[in-house]
């Protein structure tokens, strides 16, 4: 199973809906734990990489061109 190539910015949808009802997440951090926040209730959430690849169903928005390293 090839990685995902997964940016902060990203927005994601997953297979389950979080408790709110909300789908879809922004990316906010990547590295082997994910940091994500829900678009609709605003949670903010730290998952395992392998676990949130395996519950993604559709990336909406990829940036391209991640910010380098300092820009943030």
Not at 23 to 33: A, P, T, W, Y
Request: aromatic residues 2%; contains cysteine.
């Amino acid at each position: 199973m090839p990685i995902l190539q997964l940016h902060p910015e990203d927005r994601v949808q997953l297979k389950k809906p979080h408790p709110c009802g909300g789908k879809i997440f922004r990316i906010v951090r990547v590295g082997s734990e994910v940091r994500v926040i829900c678009e609709t209730c605003g949670r903010d959430m730290t998952l395992d990489r392998i676990k949130l690849e395996k519950a993604i169903k559709q990336i909406l928005t990829n940036t391209t061109n991640p910010p380098e390293k300092g820009e943030i």
